[in-house]
């Protein structure tokens, strides 16, 4: 499954959970939270999160470290859970799971190598086998693609599916794609620049090309009326020579 399959899927998913928060309130919110972080295939919170009564309810304080919990899901990783889990509500091995599948994304965006031993340490797991089997689990779910390095005890990520982005990460992106597209508005305008300048350049050429054959063909001309001239004013003096036909006479007799 690629990524935009998986968020299109999870965007899916999570239709049903939008639904029942528009019912939901105060503090039933608590288990419409956890119920939405225990279901399969469902990695993107963000609109739950900006559900009114969600909203509201994350007010109450019963209802406040569910919302919490929700937010790390969001956009944090199981080390942020485990420096809070004293104000959190526990998560069930479903919850676990995919908190840590969410980590490994978010390791990955600094990172595309990542060692056994980071990630053992990242996520609080013993043992090789069980990571492997983590990772494997990611795999198979369309969360992350990539290549087990066992050999170099590594994790090679390819890409990874999108989690929900901050909202001064978005304001970041914004600007970034501000910048890239008046970058972009610079470039291709001096493309275009480029390309006024060789029309002109050739435009130009071609006007001293054409001046140049005009004066060629100026030159051709005069010099054939100058030989055209010359033949003439020859004939004109063999007429004229009266010299000319004893010459040519004489010539013939012998």
């Not at 919170?45 to 969600?54: I, R, T, Y």
């Not at 485990?82 to 676990?96: F, G, H, I, K, T």
């Amino acid at each position: 499954m690629n990524e935009s399959n998986l968020t299109l899927s999870t965007s899916q998913k999570l239709q049903t959970f939008l639904l029942l928060s528009k019912s939901v309130k105060g503090v039933a919110n608590s288990k419409l939270i956890l119920d939405v972080l225990s279901a399969p295939g469902v990695y993107v919170f963000s609109e739950l999160a900006e559900a009114p009564n969600v909203v509201e309810a994350s007010k109450l304080p019963e209802v406040a470290p569910f919302y919490a919990l929700l937010k790390i899901f969001m956009y944090g990783t199981f080390k942020d859970y485990v420096a809070e889990q004293a104000n959190l509500p526990a998560l069930n091995d479903a919850q676990r799971i995919k908190l840590k599948h969410l980590s490994i994304v978010a390791l990955s965006e600094s990172s595309r190598t990542l060692p056994y031993t980071l990630l053992q340490e990242y996520l609080d797991i013993p043992n090789v086998r069980t990571l492997e089997d983590l990772i494997i689990d990611g795999f198979y779910n369309g969360i992350l693609v990539g290549k087990l390095d066992q050999k170099q005890q590594q994790l090679q990520v390819e890409y990874t599916m999108g989690r929900d982005v901050k909202p001064e990460q978005l304001e970041e992106t914004m600007l970034s794609l501000k910048s890239w597209s008046e970058n972009t508005k610079t470039v291709l305008e001096a493309i275009d620049n480029r390309i006024s300048a060789a029309h002109e350049m050739n435009s130009t050429n071609q006007i001293e090309r054409d001046e140049y054959n005009k004066q060629i063909e100026i030159i051709r001309r005069k010099i054939h009326d100058i030989d055209s001239a010359g033949i003439m004013r020859s004939r004109e003096q063999g007429l004229n020579d009266p010299n000319s036909e004893q010459r040519s006479g004489r010539a013939k007799k012998r």
